[in-house]
């Protein structure tokens, strides 16, 4: 995808892969009838809508910042998932390029590649990287007795913790919050770490 231009930032889309559903399926509310006017442009002819797992990357002064980490390499719920580090890759980007990744929420898919496996020990996949977590989502993912995926966020997201990385609780969160250029700075919307700035 060709970068964009947003002041002095350039924002670029990569993608650790794609996946399909039966759209009655993913959006639940919306029945096949009322499909009828987007499904040229929206659904395949089996009636699947195709999803990206998508992330960003966002250079500018002297920073890359790198948005979400898609599904990563662990999980395969169909379709392809995993192609985050190639799709860096392919854009320039190595891990040890990223200064901070920016979590906009804990679900599975925007996780994935926080960590990669190391000697048998999960450890942060972008090793100079700050990682900023919202800490209402921290404390519902990964409360004392989470529920589903606990796996998952296990090995993902307690190496983090343990490693030190975490930019997103304490004095810490509100360093790495003013020290983020205008263009990355969290704002309140939901899922979209409202609660940085509110403590």
């Known amino acids: 995808m060709t970068p964009v231009k947003v002041g002095t930032a350039t ?3 990569v993608t650790d892969g794609r996946f399909s559903r039966p759209a ?3 959006f639940p509310g919306v029945t096949e009838a009322q499909w009828e006017t987007y499904r040229a442009e929206h659904l395949d002819a089996g009636g699947h809508v195709h999803l990206n797992f ?3 990357v966002v250079r ?12 990563g390499p ?3 719920i169909g379709g392809t998932s995993g ?7 392919a854009a320039g980007v190595a891990p040890e390029d990223v200064d901070m990744v920016v979590t906009t929420h804990l679900h599975l898919d925007h996780i994935g590649w926080n960590t990669v496996e190391q000697d048998g020990a999960f450890v942060p996949a972008f090793p100079r990287a700050r990682y900023l977590v919202q800490r209402a989502d921290w404390d519902f993912f990964l409360k004392p007795n989470p529920a589903e995926d606990a796996e998952l966020y296990q090995t993902t997201m307690r190496p983090l913790e343990r490693a030190g990385v975490l930019a997103g609780r304490g004095r810490a969160r509100r360093h790495a919050v003013a ?12 899922c979209l770490l409202p609660d940085l700035l509110r403590r």
């Open 24 to 26: 009655t399926r993913f």
């Open 60 to 71: 500018a002064d002297g920073q890359t910042v790198l948005v979400d980490t898609g599904l």
């Open 74 to 76: 662990r999980l395969n």
């Open 54 to 56: 998508g992330s960003f």
């Open 83 to 89: 192609t985050l580090l190639e799709s860096l890759g």
């Open 11 to 13: 924002v670029l889309a």
């Open 179 to 190: 020290a983020l250029p205008p263009y990355a700075r969290p704002h309140p919307w939901p």
